[in-house]
C-alpha cells in the first residue's frame, strides 16, 4: 500500500472581479489622503517586489505604480508606504548579480526556485520563525505545515507563502448530455470508465477521451493506477525513495488500458502528438466526451461548449478508481509564490512587512483584493449583498488579474470564494472543489530545491512538474502503440537505472533520511 504524499509545483487560480472606470484619479486621491484608522504612526517604509511570468499586463502600462490606486489604496489600508516593483521571475539573476535587492522580494515557488539563485543558501534574506511567531497570528494559523516545510533551509522559515490549503487542483470532466443519451452514470471503475467511452464512440463522439501530447492532462489511467512519473511522484519502497514507475505491475495495468483505448479507437490515434492548442479546440468545439484540466476551469467550459453544442451539459465527477481505490491527479506544490525580507531590513521594518501580510489573510483584504473599491467597482445593497462590475475587455481583466492576482501576495490561493458564490457557474466550481477535489489525488514524495542528480540527467529528470522523463514517456508511447512489448517495462527501468537513476535514488534516499528539502504533504 502506497503511503507517501505528494507535493509538485503548480498552476495559480486567482479570481475577482473589477471595471477600469473614469474615476479612479478621484479613487485614487481619496485613498491617498484619507488616514488609517488602525495606526496613527507614520507609514511603514519598505519596498517591495511582486514575481511575475509575462513582460505584458496591467503593470506595464502604468506609468508610476507607486501612484496607482490599488497601490494607494493598499498603502491607506495597510499604514505603509511601499515602493513596488514587478520584475519578470527569469529576471532575478541580473537583480542578484547586481546586489541590488529590494527589501522584500517575491518569487515564483520555494526558496529552492531556479530564479532565487541560491540567494536563501547564501544568506542574502533572514530568518523570520520569530518574527512569525510573535507578529502573525493569523498566518501561522491558516498556512499548512507542507507549505512552510517548502519555504523552509536548513529548519528555518526564510519566506511567508502564498498558498494551498487544497492541493488537488484536476479534475475529470464529462459530457452529461452524452451520458444521459447513453442511459449511463458516471464511472467509478477503470473498467466502467471504458465502458463509458465505448458507448460515447457508439453515439459518435470524435474523441471519447480526449488525449495529449506526454500525457499532459491525459493522465488519468496513470492515476487510476498510481504510476504518475512526475517530479513529485516518488514514495518509499523497501527503504528506498524510487519513482512511482517501479511498481511494475500498476505500469503495465494503466498502459495495458490506455493500449486497449488506443486500440479500439477511445483515443485519438495521433495522441502523442496532440498540442495544447489542439487539445483546447477539440474540447471547446464539443469533439471530447471525457477529458482532464483543472477544476478552475469549469465555467469557461460550460459556456464554450454550450455555444459550439447548444444542449450540452458538462459537470466534474470523482476520477475513476484502480484495484487499490485510488484515483485523480497529483496534488501541486502547496507553495504558489514566496516573499521574502532582505537580510539588511532594520527589525522594525521587518516587523511591519510581516505584519502588512499577516493582513493580507483577513476579511478586510479579501474584499479588496477580490471586489476593488467601493463605490468604484463594487456596491453593496442593504442587505450587505456585493454587487460588482465585470471586466468585459482585455485591459480590464488585466488590471482585476494586478490587483486580485500579483498584489495578493499572501493568501489561500485554493479559490476565492466570495467571488465563486455570485453565480452558478462559480458554485458549480466550489462544490467540485469541496466534494470531489478533496476526497481524491495521489501523494508524493517532492523535493525543494530539486535533487542536483536531475540536472546531471536531464532525460531522467521530468521537465515539467506534471511530464515524465523523456525516456519513460517514450517507452510509454511505444508500448501503447505497439512497437514494444508491454512486458518489457522491467527493462526500462533498468535502462533508467544504468544511465543515472541509481544515483537520483540514492540521492533520494539520502535527502529523506535526513530530512534535506524532502518534502510531504497531505490533502488534509
Known amino acids: 500500500m502506497k503511503k507517501t504524499i505528494s507535493l509538485t509545483l503548480a498552476v495559480i487560480m486567482a479570481a475577482s472581479a473589477l471595471t477600469a472606470c473614469s474615476t479612479d484619479s478621484k479613487v485614487a486621491e481619496k485613498a491617498s489622503s484619507q488616514p488609517s484608522t488602525d495606526a ?124 494551498l490549503s487544497n492541493p488537488s487542483r484536476r479534475s475529470t470532466y464529462i459530457r452529461t448530455d452524452l451520458l444521459e443519451k447513453a442511459g449511463l452514470q458516471a ?49 518509499l519502497v523497501n527503504g528506498q525513495v524510487v519513482p512511482k514507475f517501479f511498481d511494475v505491475e500498476n505500469v503495465q495495468k494503466a498502459l495495458t488500458t490506455y493500449k486497449t483505448m488506443y486500440d479500439e479507437g477511445l483515443i485519438p490515434k495521433e495522441f502523442a502528438t496532440i498540442s495544447s492548442t489542439d487539445f483546447s479546440k477539440n474540447i471547446e468545439s464539443g469533439k471530447a466526451g471525457i477529458w482532464s484540466q483543472n477544476a478552475s476551469g469549469l465555467p469557461g467550459y460550460r459556456t464554450k461548449i454550450q455555444q459550439a453544442v447548444p444542449g450540452s451539459k458538462v459537470e466534474i465527477f470523482a476520477s475513476p478508481k484502480g484495484p487499490e481505490g485510488k484515483g485523480g491527479y497529483f496534488y501541486y506544490a502547496p507553495v504558489i509564490r514566496t516573499f521574502f525580507i532582505n537580510k539588511n531590513v532594520k527589525q522594525e521594518t521587518a516587523v511591519n512587512i510581516i505584519k502588512f501580510f499577516d493582513w493580507m489573510v483577513t476579511p478586510e483584504a479579501e474584499t479588496f483584493f477580490t471586489f476593488g473599491i467601493e463605490g468604484d467597482t463594487y456596491t453593496k445593497d442593504s442587505s450587505g449583498n456585493i454587487n460588482y462590475k465585470f471586466p468585459t475587455t482585455k485591459e480590464e481583466t488585466d488590471e482585476e488579474g494586478f490587483r486580485s492576482g500579483t498584489m495578493w501576495a499572501v493568501h489561500d490561493s485554493t479559490y476565492n470564494k466570495p467571488r465563486l458564490l455570485l453565480n452558478e457557474d462559480g458554485k458549480a466550481t466550489l462544490k467540485a472543489f469541496d466534494e470531489v477535489l478533496t476526497k481524491e489525488g495521489l501523494p508524493g514524495i517532492g523535493f525543494y530545491p530539486d535533487l542536483s542528480t536531475f540536472s546531471k540527467f536531464p532525460d531522467l529528470a521530468a521537465p515539467q512538474p ?44 539520502d535527502r529523506w533520511n535526513k530530512k534535506q528539502g524532502a518534502i510531504m504533504i497531505d490533502i488534509k
Open 466 to 509: 506534471d511530464v515524465g522523463p523523456k525516456i519513460i514517456v517514450d517507452h510509454m508511447i511505444k508500448m501503447i502503440y505497439g512497437k514494444e512489448p508491454i512486458s518489457d517495462w522491467p527493462k526500462v527501468i533498468e535502462e533508467y537505472k544504468s544511465k543515472g537513476g541509481n544515483e537520483i535514488i540514492k540521492e533520494a534516499t
Open 40 to 163: 496613527k504612526k507614520a507609514p511603514a517604509k519598505f519596498s517591495i517586489l511582486f514575481p511575475t511570468t509575462v513582460s505584458t499586463g496591467y503593470h506595464t502600462r502604468v506609468p508610476d505604480l507607486n501612484k496607482d490606486k490599488w497601490v494607494l489604496k493598499l498603502e491607506q489600508l495597510t499604514n505603509t508606504d511601499l515602493d513596488v516593483k514587478v520584475m519578470e521571475d527569469a529576471k532575478f539573476g541580473v537583480m542578484f548579480a547586481s546586489n541590488d535587492i529590494p527589501d522584500v522580494v517575491g518569487s515564483i515557488g520555494g526558496p529552492g526556485s531556479k530564479s532565487m539563485s541560491g540567494s536563501v543558501e547564501n544568506g542574502v534574506f533572514m530568518p523570520l520563525d520569530d518574527l512569525l511567531k510573535q507578529y502573525a497570528p493569523n498566518l501561522m494559523k491558516l498556512i499548512p505545515k507542507a507549505a512552510w516545510d517548502s519555504v523552509s533551509y536548513e529548519g528555518k522559515i526564510y519566506g511567508v507563502p502564498e498558498f
Open 187 to 235: 464511472p467509478k471503475t477503470v473498467d466502467e470508465f471504458l465502458n463509458v467511452l465505448r458507448a460515447f464512440k457508439k453515439l459518435g463522439v470524435e474523441n471519447p477521451y480526449q488525449m495529449r501530447e506526454n500525457f499532459k492532462y491525459a493522465d488519468v489511467i496513470l492515476g487510476a493506477y498510481d504510476v504518475l512519473p512526475y517530479k513529485d511522484q516518488f514514495e
